[in-house]
């Protein structure tokens, strides 16, 4: 009775793991398409033309700030020069213990003004709102504390352009990011959202705020995060990008419409993947009213972000993003497999659904029972071999598919060097490291019923770049935890 | 694993030599134009390697796009005859009918960067291609034909409504488009565009724009007087001070906001007009009162005079403004002076 129970899960979990590469494959294949014609089209797009045009629609830059004294007065200023012709910087302190609001005061001579605020969100409240006598393009929010994304939606209340971006203080733009993310709002007015790449800074050399020189460092726990980001970005939200079924862009990067965004209620303060919870929403907001929209992924235009070096941090955030899908996929369960929203309904979500939100449970049932069978005896060595040795090589393959799409299209890691690197922690990735992220997601289930809801932005022990951007001190490892990429 | 790293390997590889080939068209390209496409052996090599890859037409392109400017009329002339002579100009207008979009794009923009005024005709109709990228390119092609057909062609598109306005503004409102813009702005078929038309005249920055802009102000729609209140802040012609300020007296708060935003951009200092910037203070309107307080700022003396009284009205809103304007000076002057 227990072996052939065994059997049949055994059999459902080959049936699983057979169906969920068929999905890779798909979408690897879906995204090599996408970055081909990406590729084709990329030599008559005229991005001179929006960098230099005062007609080119403005953007606001929404920096929600928690205890950034070290580094908010540099990255305000990174991001007041960005390269684009018309924007606005809204920093919203969100009741920050340290002297960020000070160091923001004294640095572009803030003044207090009265503003009433062009649309209604709810948020915690507002206690002041400053502008500067030294930038005009500046605009800082005060308020208390209430989390990321209650901090954003104060920010979209006082934004005054019809697109606007979020960006984390400690995030650093490519210089022509803005330019090409913009890009498709303009060719395609119906554009409400639109997701960048976001690529690891690690081992990288800054010139300022600018990345000089892309480099890998040495710690393989980065570099395996390197290669999960490039098959995630260029190879996954590709290809959903392109059968229109785009469920994530990151909250690290991305460009919405303001007023569909506000529409739509702006962000959920209650859960903790904002960024993935608002675009799922989106979705469901424009299909329910029969709007004409897209929600796309441009793999051009680049931030950098630093990653954990460590396990416990890495541990930390892939539980919190985990939290954060499962928050998402549940809230708007009602979409899934319902035609009437159309291939988010029909596929992201189902997909998201089985192979991701209770993809570590099954797979750790998989390890278990696979275990058990080869104890046992009820399944030959060879057969286990064969199907470890299958399941290692395919994941290989979507690796190397994904440093293939790099190298063909953006070639950021120059060096050899770098290249080796990477295809090293393609192949390491698939010994530990899979496994443990496989713990660490399935964990996030125990940890979303036993967490107590408060209003939390994560934590993240920052370790500095090879030239910080000028923060007033480098980071240390002894460093107060702050919050999470 | 091996093999698959070795495959990764190979690409790079490829990748690596591929840049200098590029690296290589370009020298060559960029020789090709500074001598007028030299003797007729490079110009049929040009042309062959131009016409059979599209990395050869992109490193064309970014020639072209970086170094046109740079060379001699009768160089470019030169260029331009040879092309035609070598059956290239043929080939890029069969193009604009390619079943790929990115080689309708690449032929369109290749034709514009040669500034040919004969590919004007054929890239028209690319300006309602279905595809998006492809339109776009059309756009810019055209735009950089700059001749009076090509002023026509952006208008006529601006008529049909194939793209934003926005991105048909940016290319046709220029000095050289001005003369069709002012002929259009008066034929009745494109009326429902003439707000569009005022905007890009203000944009061009010619003086004639001034009185057709003043034609729409009084009369337009609130669209066409939004539009004309940014054309004229634009263009920042102190004469049309008076024209502008009258429109603070108008119906809709866009059309007074605008028209305050504008006397700021005029820095417009006579008597009239700051007093109806001073009594805009008191405006229903938020933005209204916010933007004639910057405009007082910019009028000078008498506008900061406007302001200093300002601080004693009855009116809670106007004394704010007023209030917040001046402090805002106030520090502008400590940061300058530090």
Known sequence: MTRSALEVFNAFMLGYFFLLNAVYTLLVVLGWRGIKDYVKRRGMIDYKTIAGSELTTPISIIVPAYDEEPVIVESVRAMLRAQYPRLEVVVVNDGSRDGTLQALIDAYSLIAVERVPRAKLPTWPVRQVYVSAIEPDLLVIDKENGGKADSINAGLCFARYPLFCTVDSDTLIDDDALVRLVRPFQVHPETVACGGVVRIVNGSTLEGAHVAEVQTPRNPLVNIQIVEYLRAFLAGRVGWSRIGALLIISGAFGLFRRQTVIDAGGYDATTVGEDAELVVRLHRHCRERGEDYRVVFVADPVCWTEAPSSVRVLARQRNRWHRGLIETLWRHRRMIGRRRYGAIGMFAMPYFVVFEALGPLIELAGYVAFGVAIGFGWVSTTVALAFIGLAFLYGLLLSFGALLIEEHAFRRYRSWRCMLRLALAAVVENIGYRQLSTLVRARAFLTMTSRRKKREWGEMQRRGYAQAAAPASKPTADEPLRRAA | MVLLTVVVALKKATRNRAECVARERRRRFSASLASGAGDEAELAALVADVTSSRLAQD??????????????????????????????????????????????GRAALLL???????????????????????????????????????????VRALQRGSLPPERILEHVSQRWAVDALLAAYHIVEFAHVRAVLAEALGLAGDPRAGAALAGILPFGSEEERVRCCRALGRAADPA???????????????????????LGAMRADDRATVGRLAAGLSDPAWWVRANCAEALLAAGSDGRAALEAALASDDRFARERAREALELERVRDEVRAA
């Not at chain 2, 001699?72 to 092309?83: M, T, V």
């Not at chain 2, 049309?240 to 028209?259: K, S, T």
């Open chain 2, 112 to 154: 514009g960067h040669l500034r040919l005024p004969e590919a004007v005709a054929p890239l028209e109709p690319l300006l309602d291609d279905a595809d998006g990228d492809v339109r776009h390119a059309a756009v810019r092609a055209v735009g950089l034909v700059a001749t009076e057909d090509a002023a026509w062609a952006l």
């Open chain 2, 240 to 262: 049309m001070a008076p024209l502008v300020a009258a429109a603070l007296q108008d119906d809709a708060w866009p059309v007074r906001a605008q028209a305050a935003r504008a």
């Open chain 2, 59 to 104: 490193v064309l392109l970014g020639v072209l796009a970086h170094e046109w400017l740079d060379v001699r009329l009768r160089d470019r002339h030169r260029f331009q005859d040879a092309l035609r002579r070598g059956g290239l100009v043929d080939e890029l207008v069969r193009r604009l009918a390619a079943a790929d979009p990115a080689d309708r």
